[in-house]
């Protein structure tokens, strides 16, 4: 939002390709009028309900056995219901919004990020790694 490039700027970027990319929403979309934004509809979604600002076709709910185990050859077979999964979504929504934050000083540093998305990968992947630093702005993985 200021006139000099950042690493704050670069985390912002960051937070709303990846909410982008969750929703399937561009920050331009013409839902987004008045003080309606991207970031601000990624943050109303409701913990309980959070599958449905998914854009549909992230996981295709017939493929998500093979997603899943393509990630790094790791088989897992799980379905988009799996409350791993919910969990792991939940979490990058929740990276995503910490990191499209408005201010640049209620960002998390780059490493935070990075330390998030092993955690979140890990739990994906049911290597069992949950301990670690959360984010200043996120409750990224409940400890």
């Not at 994906?124 to 984010?135: F, V």
Request: negative net charge.
């Amino acid at each position: 939002m200021g006139n000099e490039a950042s690493t704050a700027g670069d985390v912002y970027s960051y937070g709303i390709l990846l909410l982008e990319m969750l929703t399937g929403k561009r920050p331009t979309d013409g839902m987004f009028t008045d003080s309606l934004t991207l970031h601000k509809f990624a943050k109303m979604a409701p913990p309980e309900s959070v599958e449905n600002i998914f854009n549909p076709t992230l996981i295709p709910q017939g493929q998500i056995g093979e997603a899943c185990k393509s990630i790094n050859g790791v088989r897992n077979q799980s379905s988009l219901n799996s409350p791993k999964i919910h969990e792991c979504l939940i979490s990058l929504l929740q990276v995503g919004i910490a990191c499209s934050e408005e201010r640049a000083t209620d960002r998390p540093d780059i490493n935070e990020v990075l330390i998030d998305l092993h955690k979140i990968k890990n739990i994906l992947l049911g290597n069992g790694a949950h301990e670690g630093r959360r984010s200043k702005n996120s409750s990224v993985i409940n400890e």
